[in-house]
């Protein structure tokens, strides 16, 4: 199960703070999600602190926001663990 709930930054970024795991279909529950926000061309955020577990698959959708500038923030050290795979894969 993945929590997703919208709010704002100080600075008017939106803010998606996410609880669970992003797994199954939950990683294209997180993407619907971000995609109405970034097609808008609005700055966004997500709230990693609740995230205890990323499949391959959610660690390629985080990557692929990540690459579009969406800011992940309060990783846990084992969510950032997976997330800093990719910089050591090789190519």
Do not use: N
Request: proline share 4%; charged share 25%; aromatic share 4%.
């Amino acid at each position: 199960m993945l929590k997703i709930v919208l709010g704002h930054s100080p600075d008017g970024s939106a803010v998606l703070t996410l609880e669970g795991q992003v797994i199954g279909p939950w990683v294209r529950e997180l993407e619907g999600a971000c995609g109405p926000i970034l097609a808008s061309g609005g700055r966004l955020e997500l709230d990693l602190r609740g995230v205890s577990y990323l499949s391959q698959e959610g660690v390629r959708l985080l990557w692929t926001l990540r690459d579009r500038k969406v800011g992940l923030l309060h990783c846990s050290a084992f969510v950032a663990e997976q997330l800093k795979s990719r910089d050591e894969a090789p190519a």
